[in-house]
């Protein structure tokens, strides 16, 4: 089982089955493992590759079931829900004997890793929520508004700008893969601080992300509407809370909530760095990862 288990985690792009379902994920680097879970749901799992974390750890990047090389649920575009996407990555662990890990999740990556650390936490070593927050809905959405209106008004003077607000206002009515991939590089420069100051470093990955058509329902039909701030106050795995302070989706304000909820947390605000810190500020992003991981035992 250890030659198997090894050949499982060897750089490169693995396959295995869950629930009877094929799932990809992609290994790099070396040390501890890190479960790295990527955000949208439906972006390409290379939005979240951190070079700077393969220097310390075991990335793990998980292609989501439905997302990438992994296989769609029968009932797809719906049913991927966070329980749903948790026992995927239970499965996973199973797959490649690791009793415990350290979990990071991005944005809505990071509200399944909230999930799984609340309901799992005995396979988790650590807990990285990166761009998260303690609940969706009408709150968070009024919040986000809020959020883009201050990036609105320090861009104003940018030509770019309508083109990228229409896209985010639009994306929401889109139920195809190829339509929401076309919006999501046109929206893409809101999820930074600086995009156009700084357009040569991040062209490459506006020019390759690609996204899946991901339903917010269940099976039956049913919006999943996130409200954890219950139960987050009984978290025992250590966490570590990471934002950009110029995220329009998942800012500061969040941030905030969850650090005062979660017994023990640390938070670390990346100060010039909307939601892609790993992509504006990766030193930062990196040097708080190593210094959270070097304080879990195994």
């Known amino acids: 089982m250890h030659n198997e288990t090894a050949d499982a985690l060897s750089p490169g792009v693995h396959k295995v089955m869950v629930d009877g379902l094929t799932l990809r994920y992609h290994v790099y680097g070396s040390g501890p493992v890190c479960l790295a879970v990527p955000g949208g749901p439906g972006v390409i799992w290379e939005s979240l590759r951190a070079p700077a974390l393969e220097a310390f750890l075991t990335m793990v990047y998980v292609e989501p079931h439905g997302t990438g090389g992994s296989q769609r649920l029968p009932s797809h575009p719906t049913g991927y829900t966070r329980a749903r996407y948790t026992r995927s990555l239970l499965g996973l662990l199973d797959q490649l004997s690791l009793p415990r890990v350290l979990l ?3 944005s809505h990556g990071a509200f399944v890793a909230q999930y799984m ?27 986000a508004a809020d959020r883009v209106g201050e990036f609105v008004r320090r861009n104003e003077s940018r030509p770019e700008l309508p083109k990228a607000l229409a896209a985010l206002q639009g994306v929401g009515a889109i139920t195809d893969d190829e339509e929401i991939t ?4 046109e ?7 600086h995009y156009w100051d700084r357009e040569d470093e991040f062209r490459g990955l506006r020019d390759t ?13 049913n919006p999943e509407i996130i409200d954890d701030r219950a139960s987050l106050s009984e978290l025992t795995v250590p966490t570590l809370v990471v934002v950009g302070q110029h995220d329009v989706i998942c800012g500061p304000r969040w941030a905030q909530e969850l650090h005062a909820l979660i017994p023990h947390s640390r938070l670390v605000v990346l100060e010039d760095s909307g939601h892609l810190g790993h992509v504006e500020e990766p030193e930062a992003f990196a040097g708080a990862i190593r210094t959270f ?4 035992t195994t």
Not at 182 to 185: D, I, Q, V
Not at 293 to 296: G, I, P
């Open 104 to 106: 990071l999740g991005h």
């Open 117 to 143: 650390a609340l309901h799992h936490p005995e396979r988790i070593r650590g807990l990285v929520l990166y761009e998260s927050a303690p609940l969706t809905g009408p709150e968070h959405m009024a919040e």
């Open 182 to 185: 076309t919006a999501l590089r």
């Open 187 to 193: 929206l893409l420069p809101i999820y930074f601080a």
């Open 209 to 221: 992300i690609t996204c899946t058509y991901v339903s917010p329902v269940d099976e039956n039909g």
């Open 293 to 296: 991981a070097d304080t879990l």
